[in-house]
Every structure is written in structure tokens, then in C-alpha cells.
């Protein structure tokens, strides 16, 4: 049996990982951004909120321990968001084999969706996508899948090189066709 890192129970025999597809770093970045931008807010309009006062006539007066209390916590706060967001980035994947499409969907820190999306077999189409300056200068986009299973459709969003992910999942096709055998689907 091959190597499997994220001991799924039902690996076939001669099943094996072909490739581990996470969101683009930028879906990360884009986030990250707008929390240290939380973070740092409150040192910039404290000072601003205690010099219009100060201005006013009367300069409040807060005890150290206070200050100290109400800045650990936000730190606090803005890390475990941080550590949240990491968390769903890292362990949201699709795993591509020779044999099938799984989707690993993470949902905060405990809970975790295992399923199968479609075996490659079922593929009809595979149609990709990448929308706007940003995707296109940093490459990611989405693929759609096509499928003749029951679930119609399913997509990939926001993931690196889309057009080279399908070249993949193309590839990984025809070798489950050329070793277990399997028949493409076909329109209609």
C-alpha cells in the first residue's frame, strides 16, 4: 500500500497520492492582512482618542494594570484569530490520486469533513477559471468539474495554477483507465 498522510481508512490497492491542492497563499495573505491591521488599529487611535481629549481640557486618567488587562487581551483575541484562519488554510485540501478526488474541509479547530467528491472516472469536463488582476498576475482560480455521478458538479475556488491542477487531474485519469481499467464517462 502506498503512502498515505492523512490515514484515510479506504485507500485502494495501487491507489496513490498524486497531489495535495491547498488554497493560494494570497486567499492566507488576504486575511492575515486585515487582522494585523486589527491589531495595530487600537495603537494608533488610542493616542488619537487621548489627544482629542487632552485638548478638550482634562487628560482621563487610566490606571497602568488596565491598559496592560485590555492590550493583552486584544492580542489575545487578534492571535487566536490569526491561529483560527492558519488553521482552516492548512487543513482545507483536495487530495488528487490515481483513483479519485477527496476533499478535506476544515471547520475550525475539531471538526473535519472527509469525503470522496468523485472517483476520476466520472469526470465529463473540467473547466477552469481565473478572475481579475490579482488571479491572473498571481495565477489561482478555480476548476469546475463536470461529473456523471450524482453530484453534478463540484469546485475547486481559489487555488494556484489552476490550468496545470487540471493537466493533473487529466493525467491521473488516464493512468486509472490505462491500470484499473476504468471507462471514461461519456456526454449524454
Known sequence: MSYNPF???????????????????FVLFREVFWLGILFIAPFFLIPIAFGISAQGGG????????????ASLWTLIIWHLLFARWTDYYYDLWIITNWRIID???IG?????????????HIQDIETH???????????????????AAKAEFLMSEIPNPVGIEKII??????????FGAKPATHG
Open 59 to 70: 487628560l482621563p486618567s487610566v490606571p497602568p494594570g488596565v491598559v496592560i488587562f485590555f
Open 170 to 179: 487529466r493525467e491521473a485519469q488516464e493512468e486509472k483507465i490505462r491500470v
Open 109 to 121: 479547530f475539531f471538526n473535519r469533513n472527509v469525503a470522496t467528491l468523485l472517483t476520476l472516472d
Open 7 to 25: 490515514e484515510l481508512k479506504d485507500f485502494r490497492d495501487g491507489e496513490r497520492v498524486v497531489m495535495l491542492v491547498r488554497h493560494h497563499w
Open 104 to 106: 478535506i474541509d476544515q
Open 130 to 148: 481565473v478572475d481579475g488582476i490579482v488571479g491572473t498576475i498571481l495565477n489561482f482560480g478555480s476548476i469546475k468539474v463536470q461529473t456523471a
